[in-house]
C-alpha cells in the first residue's frame, strides 16, 4: 500500500462540542455522513480506541441506485471502522476496512479527524486519509469524504 495521504479542511460556525457530538453519535453520522441519495444506518459505536463503528450505507436515489448497479456495486455496504485514538473535542481516529471492492483483497486504511476552536467560536476541521489501492478508488475516496465535509457544513448551517 502507498503512504500517499488525501487532506480536506473546512471551519464550520458551530464550536468544537457540537462537531465531536455530531462524529461521535449514532444520529450524528446518520445526520450527514451519507451523500445524495444514500441513507447511513449506525448498528454499533464504541467510542474507544479499539472500539469499533459498524454502520450500513444504502443507496435509495434513483440515480444513485443505476449507478452502483452499473459498476457491479450492492445497493447496501456495511463498513467497519476501528477507533484507533479517541481524545473528546480534540482529535480522532480510525482505520476503514475496504472489503467492498470487486477484485481486490481487504485492507485497511487509516482516517484522522482534528478539531481545532477558532477565534470567533467556530472549529476548523483538518481531515487527512490513507490514499487507498489505486487512482480511481482514491478519488472516490477524496470526492466521498469532501461530500461529508460539505455535509457536515449543511447540518451546522454553514
Known amino acids: 500500500m502507498t503512504t500517499q495521504k488525501i487532506q480536506i479542511e473546512r471551519t464550520y460556525p458551530a464550536a468544537p462540542e457540537k462537531i465531536w457530538e ?12 451519507a451523500p445524495e441519495g444514500f441513507d447511513v444506518h449506525v448498528e454499533t459505536l464504541e ?7 459498524v454502520y450500513t450505507m444504502t443507496a435509495v436515489g434513483p440515480d444513485q441506485v443505476a449507478f452502483m448497479e452499473q459498476v457491479g456495486l450492492p445497493l447496501s455496504t456495511t463498513s ?14 480510525y482505520t476503514s476496512l475496504a472489503d467492498f471492492i470487486p477484485g481486490v ?6 482516517t ?11 472549529t476548523h476541521v483538518v481531515m487527512t486519509a490513507d490514499a487507498m489501492h489505486d487512482e480511481e478508488w482514491t478519488g472516490r475516496l477524496s470526492a466521498g ?5 460539505d455535509n457536515l457544513g449543511k447540518v451546522v448551517g454553514e
Open 105 to 110: 483483497e481487504p485492507y485497511d486504511f487509516l
Open 47 to 53: 467510542l474507544k480506541p479499539g472500539g469499533a463503528l
Open 112 to 122: 484522522e479527524v482534528e478539531l481545532r476552536p477558532t477565534a470567533d467560536g467556530g
Open 22 to 33: 455530531l462524529w461521535t453519535t449514532a444520529a450524528g453520522i446518520e445526520s450527514w455522513w
Open 145 to 149: 469524504r469532501t461530500n461529508e465535509m
Open 80 to 93: 467497519t471502522k476501528a477507533f484507533t485514538e479517541v481524545e473528546p473535542v480534540r482529535r480522532l481516529a
